[in-house]
């Protein structure tokens, strides 16, 4: 029998794990698209603030903002292609834009009714305890069983551990002044809360804030998984931040993605985008950003499915599909220790630091979103904050590795005040505050400042799509340190 000789153009060597390197998603940005994902974010957007933050039906439809997806820029800027943002002013003017909201299920529905474009677009999103808001776009239920999650956190405990919180004295003069200035400028604001590793020492809340009101941190979940990292690495799970990534997809030896390092992942420098096709079928490089939260897909696997578009270690680019590649690091770490996913995430590090408020955003695909969409009151972001007060020591126990506080506060080179998960005002942003302050940033200027020199911790939450005075907060903080040091 005649055997079908080699083609010399390809490789034809037996692919050593799995089934060889994993075929690229190609993001479909035609026009359709756009208007699926603009939809299926407004049904996540308000699934957040009812059925999640517990905001009623009237403020939340004050605060809800309809945002039309784009299509993923470049390294330098946007591609030029279709902006979809005037189509969506004018459905919603039109009355072409349908919300509807269950509370019976905690789902909300979206649809994009217009006849000159063809059949609805239709998205929705349901939330469920311990899983926050889960988009599931044009599909009509999750594909795993959100059941639920067993937790335990010390709530009778005196803070930092619990919610026990002593006595709040009223603010230095100026320093209350300071808070009606930036609450007057900012309206979006829930709340803001400055504490010590000691105890809060002051905290305020608009009209639709609250102490146990939940509320969204977007990329300020980055740090949360960051730090799991860490908390990885302390347990002996993982071994360096300057290893490969060792993601389930990107196990065989050969493929470019061997050499992103954690490192890499976690200070926006792996690289990775995907291609982009636009509404006339032209394919460009893109760089994803916001896909992870206007998609009902599997998010770890679409940021597996990535390519190496610039050499690791290369460029800064800010995408949300690096982060969720070190969720899948984190699913499979646990899974192949045979525990349980959804729990042992929570009591890695946020039942351990006693958040019971927290919640983690999952995907269609019961994944933990890594990138963002986490959910905290504003007391138990800033325990986050306490933790690298306390470099990584709790309640007298090291549970991170010794120089990770140092590392990850630590801004990356001198181009870019990025950090490892954190920000960082090398650039001084926030001019009267030291150099070396640090953050964790969520979009819409949701922040956790800490202050290591100062001993303070400054978490601000804000609604989604409104402005922040970051001015007025500049001089809270400031005065803050004047005041309260």
Not at 281 to 289: A, I, L, R
Request: glycine content about 8%; charged content about 20%.
């Amino acid at each position: 029998m005649s055997r079908r000789p080699a083609e010399p153009i390809f490789d034809a060597t037996p692919h050593p794990f799995g089934a060889g390197p994993v075929q690229p998603l190609v993001y479909d940005a035609a026009l359709r698209a756009l208007r699926q994902r603009t939809v299926n974010f407004a049904a996540k957007r308000l699934s957040d603030m009812l059925f999640v933050s517990g905001l009623d039906l009237f403020t939340a439809n004050e605060h809800l903002r309809v945002r039309a997806a784009a299509v993923p820029a470049g390294l330098d800027g946007r591609s030029d292609s279709t902006d979809i943002a005037g189509d969506v002013s004018a459905a919603m003017a039109a009355g072409r834009i349908k919300i509807g909201a269950d509370s019976g299920d905690h789902r909300v529905t979206v649809t994009w009714d217009d006849p000159d474009f063809g059949a609805p677009v239709t998205g929705s999103a349901l939330a469920r305890a311990g899983y926050g808001s889960i988009l599931l776009g044009e599909h009509s239920a999750p594909r795993f069983d959100p059941k639920p999650i067993a937790r335990s956190t010390p709530e009778a405990w005196p803070w930092p551990m619990g919610e026990s919180l002593g006595d709040i004295t009223a603010p230095p003069a100026a320093l209350a002044t300071a808070l009606d200035a930036f609450m007057a400028s900012s309206a979006g604001v829930y709340g803001v809360v400055i504490a010590s590793p000691e105890r809060i020492l002051v905290e305020r809340y608009s009209a639709f804030g609250a102490p146990d009101r939940v509320t969204p941190s977007w990329s300020m979940t980055k740090a949360i998984t960051c730090t799991i990292i860490g908390r990885m690495i302390h347990e002996g799970w993982l071994s360096s931040m300057h290893d490969p990534a060792p993601a389930p997809l990107w196990r065989d030896p050969r493929g470019i993605q061997r050499l992103i390092t954690l490192d890499h992942l976690v200070r926006m420098r792996s690289g990775i985008g995907f291609p982009v096709r636009l509404e006339d079928g032209q394919t460009v490089m893109g760089f994803e950003n916001s896909a992870v939260y206007q998609d009902g897909v599997d998010a770890f696997e679409a940021a597996q499915r990535t390519v190496v578009a610039a050499l690791p270690g290369s460029v800064f680019r800010y995408v949300n599909s690096g982060m969720n590649v070190l969720g899948a690091v984190i699913r499979d770490q646990i899974e192949r220790r045979g525990l349980p996913y959804h729990e042992t995430v929570y009591s890695l590090l946020v039942d351990r630091l006693g958040m019971s408020s927290y919640q983690h955003s999952a995907d269609i695909a019961g994944n933990f979103i890594a990138s963002g969409a986490g959910y905290a009151t504003a007391r138990d972001y800033a325990k986050l904050g306490v933790l690298y007060l306390n470099d990584g020591v709790w309640a007298g126990e090291r549970i991170l590795p010794e120089g990770w506080v140092d590392y990850a506060l630590a801004a990356t080179h001198t181009g870019t005040s990025y950090a490892a998960c954190f920000r960082t005002n090398t650039d001084r942003l926030f001019p009267d505050l030291p150099e070396d302050t640090a953050w964790a940033a969520g979009a819409s200027d949701n922040r956790i400042f800490i202050l290591r020199r100062h001993g303070l911790t400054v978490t601000v939450t804000n609604e989604t799509d409104y402005r922040m005075d970051l001015g007025a907060l500049n001089r809270l903080i400031a005065t803050a340190i004047e005041t309260l040091v």
